[in-house]
């Protein structure tokens, strides 16, 4: 045969669609010189034809037609005699194009360029997704889950390429089946084996970075900053954010009327609580928001070793600390400071609380309703309770009761 069938002979590169086709045709083209300078010492007198429409490849031979007895180089010159043998009407002085019959490479020859193509190809594959997802770190992309294993997931994009999920980057309540589709960003392009491996994350900062751009277009505008985001996955992230119009305020643009650009965020992060506060660079006006959703009486400040003692009154404490301490590490993260928290009579606080909304996602909210009413908004409030009392002073069964008690005290054995 005097071609060869790219689609034929090299069926294994139909998959390389990533790769555009010059580049594809450059490297085929290479191939194939590498061949011709094996077997005639150099490529100068040969042209390779790719025709990537067909997949069809050509090797065309030129040399300059001689009188016979005058040939000095065989790869560039070819004797009359020889000349019209194929062609009768050549004159000396032309040139001789002909097609080199690729059996004449010999079988092991055609095979040696088949895998050297096939490295090729595979560390182009390789090039093109590093650089690919390389520049889209830090992106949200959405992908669709092929395998669920123990300790990752396994997604894969629009173009097939797969996608790397780890257990340690999935937020704790993630729960993923076969064939849906996920969003998590893209965290890094790992080298595993000389093999890239994409690994996406749902716990980094930047998810939710890029979520809020996501619904809060004055983020995307440049009108609102993101200052810095601390989270504890699917318990509580903290969000300060500053705006650089005086008529924006950063904080209402990021939640929405009535909530309604958070939600969707929060949704997204299986119910994790936002708290979204203005950034300041008075450090004790930061320490102060930072501990939302309590209120601080007054605070104490070592700016010189980052340390502050906070004053509450005694219904605070527990809102400031959070449930098992969540809020007041989110702080520290966040200002930079370590936090200490006090009463307001300057006592430490011995006696660890949590407030009861903090159980909102395993107490039914009506069920905290009740115990509210009768005066029980923290976890020791209720525990200092025998079930009797709480039996007959609410409208609840004895069986719920239970129930809240053992989650409650759960909580309590936890932290100790």
Known sequence: MASINLIEAFQEFKDAENIDRPTMMKVVEDVFKTLLRKKYGSDDNFDVIVNAEKGDLEIIRRRLIVEDGEVIDPLSEVGY?????????????????????????????????????ASRISDLKKN???????????????????QVWKKEVLLLDEEGNELILPKSEQIPQDYFKKGENIRAVVARVDLKNNTPVIILSRTSPMFLAKLLEIEVPEIFDGLIAIKKIVRDPGERAKVAVESYDDRIDPVGACVGMKGSRIHGIVRELKNENIDVINHTTNIQLLIQRSLTPAKISYMELDNDKKHAEVFLKADQVSLAIGRRGVNIKLACELTGYEIDVFREDEEVVD????DLDEFSDEIEAWVIDEFKRIGCDTARSILNLSPDELERRTDLEKETIEDVLKVLQAEFDEEA
């Open 81 to 117: 005699s020889d000349a019209i043998k194929i062609e009768p009407d050549f004159e000396v002085g032309e040139d001789l194009y002909e097609e080199i019959n690729m059996i004449d490479f010999g079988r092991r020859a055609i095979l040696a360029a088949k895998q050297t193509l």
């Open 351 to 354: 006696e660890f609380d949590i």
């Open 128 to 146: 093109v997704l590093i650089k690919k997802y390389g520049d889209r770190i830090g992106d949200i992309i959405s992908a669709e889950v092929y």
